[in-house]
């Protein structure tokens, strides 16, 4: 296997033997193939589109879904993958009759094969093939292992194999905040037709070339830029905007489910379904902004927040007692002491772990969840008890809880009171080199305000940074999940206007860490929009290449974190630097 996604690839250039996260060679093979499969699909999406005019609501759905299924921590059953292959095939085979019913037939080019698929025929050509035999998933690892990053490398080059890369993670991310927004009935078709087009670019003669790469890269951040517009409000218009809420670490006696993920719609479908039953659901992990959420908040079985980033999650799973129900990423391979309590939903999936699917309506029934949680002691009163008791943590700082202060915090920056504010989103993990942003923060001065969102938070947010001088106004707002980055854009967008300026010009910082393929989404969507003098730690990508790098710092000034110096670093961005 090779791969080298994500940001803790091993000895940071990849994972040759298992991945640091837990994923078997044979599961990296499984999702090589999917991407190569849906890239196909992807492609013929593209021409019955262009062509006929033809718009599959299903292939359009799946296409979205298998790519965020090979997302870092989301799923590491190949059973599941062996599913995802074999429906992508399918697809391509109903759509493909529909091309043909409607008397269109593909360019003559348009299965031309591309060298860096090596033995593989062109994706679009082997989704075609009848005579494959994929019987089991033997059969299919066989396949996928012909399909891994090695055969681009050896054709491209590192560095366009990479950007390739980066085009294929941006995607990742992409299509997961997209099928979170389509969970709750919201879709663009704009995007549909974007995320086939980059498919179908993937697979042609122009992603040979390193500029046409880069403008695709972009390209995709801008429609990213949609997706999270999309998915903001899919969020608010369902649950109401997020307000400044309070939230307990402490658990409450009584029996317990612990949701994890970033799953809105899952957590209420929950909420509902536990309603009466004398079950407490408390948040795990990326869920804690759930709690802001007017639509959510007013559960009072909704009970609370327990434990912290997702890598400490076989800590905090095994020390819970009740059922625990897994909506999205970040996941990991469970301990034996909590596997019987564990399900997953969505496109997540464990090997040997109840899986839940929605039914033809998109229902879910909770109920081996619910049972599981009734089976389970809960929290006992005794336990309760003698548990070291926690400060409340604030939540729900969401772009219109935020702008409704603005002008206090305008009044103090033109004062001085509020010299810089810093952006400290994305991603936590376990690498000793993340002690850098713990650290950061400690370097921060007084007249400084910072605003988190992702995972990053759980190095901070149960500290008490204070209110801003002569303000009430809390010094750290928590903006929300990774898949709130949009509101950190709103936000910046409307100082700018106020100060009639523009995002590079105000004093705002952004020191970014990133862990998986949604903070690659975000980056892009943030260089599509020309922001400038990003920090991106703790390391910097593997599948980038010094010479794309190179691009990146000279357009962008792209800076790698500094993470043996965070105190350096925070003079630099004090000095807006
Ligand atoms: Fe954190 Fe993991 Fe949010 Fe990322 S829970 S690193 O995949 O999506 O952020
Ligand atoms: Fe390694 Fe990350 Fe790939 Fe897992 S997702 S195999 S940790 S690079």
Redesign the pocket.
């Known amino acids: 296997?090779m791969?080298?996604?994500?940001e803790?690839?091993?000895g940071g250039t990849?994972?040759t033997e298992i991945?640091?996260?837990?994923?078997t060679p044979e599961v990296?093979a499984l999702q090589d193939l999917l991407i190569y499969s849906v890239k196909g699909l992807g492609s013929l999406a593209h021409h019955a589109r262009t062509l006929a005019g033809i718009e599959d609501a299903r292939v359009n759905t799946f296409v979205n879904g298998a790519i965020f299924s090979t997302l870092?921590?989301v799923n590491f059953a190949d059973d599941r993958f062996l599913e995802f292959v074999n429906e992508s095939r399918e697809l391509h085979a109903s759509l493909s009759a529909k091309l043909a019913a409607a008397g269109v037939t593909l360019p003559a080019d348009a299965t031309a094969q591309q060298p860096w698929f090596g033995s593989m025929p062109h994706p679009l050509a082997w989704n075609s093939q009848q005579d494959v035999a994929l019987g089991g998933v033997g059969d299919m690892i066989e396949v996928g292992l012909q399909t891994g990053i090695k055969a681009r490398q050896e054709v491209l080059g590192d560095t366009l194999a990479g950007l390739q890369e980066l085009l294929t993670y941006g995607l990742k991310g992409l299509c997961a905040y997209a099928h979170h927004a389509e969970a709750l009935g919201h879709t663009d078709p704009r995007v549909y037709a974007d995320v086939q087009e980059y498919l179908h670019f993937l697979c042609s003669p122009a992603a040979a070339d390193v500029g046409a790469v880069l403008d695709a890269c972009f390209r995709s951040g801008a429609t990213n830029f949609r997706v999270m517009e999309m998915l903001s409000n899919a969020h608010t218009s369902t649950f109401g905007h997020p307000v400044p809420t309070p939230v307990t670490l402490n658990p409450v006696p009584g029996k317990a489910i612990l949701v994890t993920g970033h799953d809105m719609h899952d957590l209420h479908m929950l909420l509902e379904q536990t309603q009466g039953k004398g079950i407490n659901v408390y948040t795990h992990g990326e869920m804690l902004p759930a709690h802001g959420y007017p639509g959510l908040k007013k559960y009072p079985h909704l009970a609370g927040h327990f434990g912290g980033a997702w890598y400490r999650q076989k800590i905090d799973f095994a020390g819970f007692p009740g059922a625990i129900a897994v909506t999205t990423n970040c996941v990991l391979d469970p301990l034996q002491v909590y596997k019987e309590n564990i399900f997953t939903i969505n496109e997540t999936g464990l090997a040997g772990v109840p899986h839940i699917a929605a039914d033809a309506s998109g229902h879910k029934d909770f109920s081996p969840i619910i049972q599981r949680a009734l089976e389970l002691p809960g929290f006992t009163p005794e336990a309760v008890e003698k548990a070291p008791k926690k400060r409340d943590v604030t939540v729900g700082f969401g772009h219109n809880a935020v702008l409704s202060v603005a002008p206090q915090v305008i009044e103090a920056i033109q004062s001085g009171r509020l010299e810089h504010i810093f952006l400290v989103g994305g991603c936590d993990g376990s690498e000793p080199q993340r002690k850098y942003y713990s650290k950061l923060y400690e370097h921060m001065p007084q007249s400084t305000m910072v605003l988190t969102l992702g995972c990053g938070k759980f190095r901070i947010f149960d500290q008490d940074f204070g209110t801003l001088p002569g303000t009430e106004i809390p010094r750290l707002l928590d903006m929300g999940q990774c898949n709130d980055a949009y509101s950190a854009l709103v936000v910046a967008t409307e100082l700018a206007k106020v100060f009639n300026t523009d995002v590079n010009s105000l004093p705002l910082s952004l020191d970014l860490s990133w862990f998986e393929q949604k903070a690659v989404a975000v980056l892009l969507t943030l260089l599509h929009l020309g922001v400038r003098n990003i920090r991106l730690g703790p390391r910097l990508p593997a599948f980038l290449t010094p010479e794309a790098v190179g691009v990146l710092v000279e357009k962008f000034n792209l800076m790698p974190a500094n993470v043996a110096d965070p105190a350096g670093d925070m003079k630099a961005m004090m000095a807006c630097k």
């Open positions: 296997m791969c080298y996604q994500c803790q690839t091993k990849g994972c991945g640091i996260c837990g994923k990296a870092t921590n």
